[in-house]
Each structure stands twice: as structure tokens, then as C-alpha cells.
């Protein structure tokens, strides 16, 4: 694996903020792999990216069908914990950079497959990185994009983060959030007759909240809104999850895009 390399451009806040969440929050990796091979359509490809890759988790999937992987992410302390989960599993074929996906340095049409599941949406400016990552595939490469469902509830939703990023921060706050939403959550998932409403993949009801209520920064997309954007940028897309959560207010789409030639 190659050392991770730096970039000069940084959105420092998400950065600060993942520097401390996925460290911590690992994902389940044989429940992430089932669900990553359920999305992807491709069994083998040679170059693929895994643009924010966070914990790692999903490079070392991509690692088992693409020849090359490149994960990017804005932290260093999510680089150094991928890096780990890689040697766990023993995967040397994926280098990592430390970039800010706003301003991308990797060349042009160069994946075959890009993967981008639930981080663009992340940044700043989410469009920016999209141009980004349609610009790094190649002509005929693949792109899985995930990204943030935006329903009646979303301002609501945005309401409840700001507040808790303004007033309810401090670490006693933040576990009272956490394990409060948290309390929510079982109690309406038995009401509806679940056992519980956790991502399978996921380690704690509490670890999802915190990724949904304290992130610097959100956007919400409809899908028709979504799809029509990567038309724009040359992308033929198609929804191939409407809802990956179990709760349609709080739940990520993702589309399968086929970059033009």
C-alpha cells in the first residue's frame, strides 16, 4: 500500500469531525460486504475509486473485485484506521490519499468504477464533488452514488442538527442526544413490530445518530433531482435503491450511472 499523500485543501470542519467519528465506529465488515455486492452490478473491473472511504471498510470490498483501488478521504485519523482494516484482510493493492473531494487532484477518466456511497452530500458544495468523481471515471465507467433522501421531514431533520451542533455539543450533551434518539428509535421500531431499527452494517443505534445530527454540513436531493444533475454532467443514471434505512425520513438512495463516451 502506498503512504497516504497530503493535499492542500481542506474542509477542515468534516474533516475535524471524522477524524473522531469513524475511528470509533468501524462498521460490521461481513454485513457491509453482503450489502455491497447486493448494489454493485460489476464482478471484476480494474481501477476503482472509493471516494471517502472513512473507516476502509468498503475499499477492502472493492479490493476483492477491482485489480487497483484508490480510496481518498479529507481525515488522516479515517486513513490511518482503513489502513489498519486493509492489513487486517490483508490488501495490498489499495493506495491512500488524504484529499478534500471538493478539489480532486486525480487525473482525468481514470476509473472504471467509482464508488461514493453517503459522503458527497457531506461537503460544502456536494456538486463540486460530483463533477469530481464523474470527471475521474472513464467513458463507459460506472458510478455508485448515495446520497441523502430529501423528504417533507429533511427541514425538520436539518432544524434538530443545527441546534444540536449549536447548543448541544459538549460530550455530557452529545451522549444524552445520542442515547435519547436512540431510545426513540427502539421504541417506535417495537411499536412498528421490529426488534430494531439498526443498519445492519452498524454498530449502535447511537453511532447513527451522531452521523445524522452532527456533521457539519447536509444536503438533501430528490432522486428525480439527482438523476437529472448526472444527466448534466454526461452520467446515465438510474435509482437502484429508493431507501437503504429503514426510515424513509432518514434514509439514503443510490444511483447506478453510466458515463458517456
Not at 93 to 105: A, E, V
Not at 106 to 133: H, S, T
Not at 155 to 178: D, G, N, Q, S
Request: charged content about 25%.
Amino acid at each position: 500500500m502506498a503512504n497516504t499523500e497530503k493535499s492542500v485543501r481542506i474542509d477542515y470542519e468534516t474533516q475535524q469531525f471524522y477524524d473522531e467519528y469513524w475511528p470509533k465506529y468501524v462498521p460490521y465488515y461481513q454485513q457491509t460486504r453482503e450489502y455491497m455486492f447486493r448494489t454493485i452490478r460489476e464482478r471484476h473491473t480494474h481501477v476503482a475509486l472509493d471516494a471517502g472511504c472513512g473507516h476502509g471498510v468498503c475499499s477492502v470490498v472493492l479490493s476483492e473485485i477491482a485489480d487497483h483501488v484508490t480510496a481518498v478521504d479529507i481525515s488522516q485519523a479515517c486513513l490511518t484506521t482503513a489502513q489498519e482494516v486493509a492489513g487486517r484482510h490483508a490488501r495490498n493493492n489499495i493506495r491512500f490519499l488524504n484529499q478534500d473531494l471538493q478539489f480532486l487532484s486525480l487525473e482525468d477518466d481514470q476509473f472504471d468504477l467509482v464508488w461514493c456511497w453517503g459522503v458527497a452530500m457531506m461537503a460544502p458544495d456536494p456538486v463540486k464533488v460530483i463533477r469530481n468523481l464523474v470527471r475521474v471515471c472513464k467513458p463507459n465507467g460506472v458510478i455508485y452514488l448515495g446520497l441523502y433522501k430529501k423528504t417533507w421531514l429533511s427541514p425538520i431533520h436539518e432544524l434538530v442538527r443545527h441546534f444540536c451542533r449549536r447548543y448541544m455539543a459538549t460530550p455530557h450533551r452529545k451522549r444524552f442526544v445520542m442515547n435519547f434518539f436512540a431510545w426513540l428509535t427502539v421504541i417506535a421500531s417495537r411499536l412498528k413490530g421490529n426488534v430494531i431499527n439498526l443498519r445492519p452494517d452498524n454498530v449502535s443505534i447511537q453511532a447513527q445518530v451522531e452521523d445524522w445530527y452532527y456533521p457539519p454540513y447536509k444536503t438533501f436531493y430528490s432522486i428525480k433531482e439527482a438523476i437529472a444533475m448526472l444527466e448534466m454532467m454526461g452520467v446515465r443514471a438510474e435509482c437502484v435503491q429508493e431507501q437503504v434505512g429503514r426510515m424513509k425520513s432518514a434514509t439514503i438512495f443510490v444511483l447506478r450511472g453510466v458515463k458517456s463516451k
